[in-house]
Structure formats: structure tokens, C-alpha cells
């Protein structure tokens, strides 16, 4: 079963915007990753957040991880046109496999 | 560099068929890994591997198989293909780090129908 759920499932915002998704979890973790895919194309990593970390930002990007909630959200402030894409969070359990999970993503649509 | 290539991008098959995605990747990763991506069901692990001769299945194996006889190159076959294997797969790879697992590079993905 999958690890990871995100909400909402799609998000329509005005450009300019601070655009918010959230991701929760079920088991203890590595880390946790956000990934993006415009359409039709192969996903990209965003950030990755360790399971010590609470905040990790990158340019416009804002990751926070609550471990005791299991529980992170991507925060992406002044959005532009080209944010638009599905975006993805992925954890790593411990425990020993390496594998990712993936959620099942929120679609980000901005609006010019 | 060329990344993770996957070939091919496109492919029809009648059910029945067998066929070979292939995976291919450049730079030097220990792990890799293949997805499936359907409408509303996210990224699905299918079969994974941390090494040359090292594979494990993910969450929805049944159907694929896998093999990892070099570092580069990790192929998934469909032995059988169905219409519920209709999809588009992904593959990814990753330098594997000492704590979990790092940043997943991924293909460009090869939409398979079955009919």
C-alpha cells in the first residue's frame, strides 16, 4: 500500500500566490522527498528532508517535516506560471529495503 | 551526461505478448528501480534492485521480472502482458548513500498500451 498521501489532490491558485500541499505518512522514515513532473515528462527531485530536520528550504521552496505527526508540507511562495505540474512526495522507510514510496500527488494549476 | 534513458517511449502490444522495457543510466548508480503510473494511483514500486546481481520485488511485481547483470543497465520484462498492465513505467536510479535512500533521477517514460 502506498505511504504517502497528499492533499489536496488538485489546487488552483492566482500567479503570485503562496501555493501549500501536504503529505502525511505511516511508519517511521529516512527521510521524505518531493518530486515534481510537468506533464508527460519524468519526475524531478525537489528537496530531500532528513527525519532529524524540521526545515529545509531551497530558492522559492519551504519543506517542514513534523516526525511526530507524520506529517510534512512543500510550500511554494510567489508561484509563477510555470509551477504548474503534479507534485509528489516519496518516503523512504527504515528498516532496511531501499525503496521509495510515492503518493498519490497534488496538482498545482496556476492561473495567469 | 544522458541521465536514465528508457527505450522505448511508445509501445502497443496485443495481450499475450511478451516484451523487454529497457533502462539504462550513466552515472555509475548503485540503485535502481522501476514505477508504474496509473490516473489517480501515483507512483507504484514494481521491482528494485541496490546492485549489480541484487533485485527485489516492490509493491506490484507480479507480471515483470527483472535482472541487474551490469551497474548500467536494468531491463524489465512483461512475460505475459494484460490490459491491466497498460500503463506508463518509470525508471530511476540513485547513488545509494549511507543513510537511506538519495535522490531519485528518473526517465523520460515509456507508455505501454495492451490490447
Known amino acids: 500500500s502506498q505511504q504517502g498521501e497528499e492533499d489536496p489532490q488538485a489546487l488552483s491558485i492566482q500567479e503570485g500566490e503562496n501555493a501549500t500541499m501536504n503529505c502525511s505518512y505511516k511508519t517511521s522514515i529516512n527521510n521524505l522527498q518531493w518530486y515534481r513532473q510537468n506533464s508527460g515528462r519524468g519526475l524531478v527531485h525537489l528537496i530531500l528532508?532528513?527525519?532529524?530536520?524540521r526545515e529545509k528550504h531551497s530558492g522559492r521552496l519551504r519543506v517542514t517535516l513534523d516526525t511526530s505527526k507524520k506529517s510534512s508540507s512543500l510550500l511554494i511562495t510567489a508561484s509563477r506560471a510555470a509551477d504548474t505540474a503534479s507534485y509528489f512526495c516519496a518516503t523512504d522507510e527504515t528498516g532496511g529495503a531501499q525503496k521509495l514510496v510515492f503518493g498519490q500527488g497534488t496538482r498545482l494549476t496556476i492561473n495567469p | 551526461n544522458a541521465g536514465v534513458t528508457q527505450t522505448p517511449k511508445f509501445q502497443v502490444l496485443k495481450t499475450g505478448q511478451s516484451m523487454t522495457l529497457q533502462c539504462a543510466q550513466d552515472?555509475?548508480?548503485?540503485?535502481m528501480s522501476w514505477y508504474r503510473q496509473d490516473p489517480g494511483m501515483g507512483l507504484r514500486l514494481i521491482h528494485y534492485?541496490?546492485?549489480?546481481?541484487?533485485?527485489d520485488q516492490g509493491e506490484v511485481p507480479n507480471g515483470y521480472n527483472v535482472s541487474r547483470s551490469t551497474t548500467e543497465d536494468f531491463p524489465l520484462r512483461l512475460l505475459s502482458a494484460a490490459p491491466s498492465q497498460t500503463s506508463v513505467y518509470f525508471c530511476?536510479?540513485?547513488?545509494?548513500?549511507?543513510?537511506?535512500?538519495?535522490?531519485?533521477?528518473f526517465g523520460e517514460g515509456s507508455r505501454l498500451t495492451v490490447l
Open positions: 534492485s541496490v546492485g549489480a546481481g541484487i533485485t
Open positions: 528532508i532528513r527525519s532529524n530536520e
Open positions: 552515472m555509475n548508480h548503485e540503485y
Open positions: 530511476a536510479s540513485s547513488h545509494r548513500g549511507g543513510r537511506g535512500t538519495g535522490e531519485l533521477f
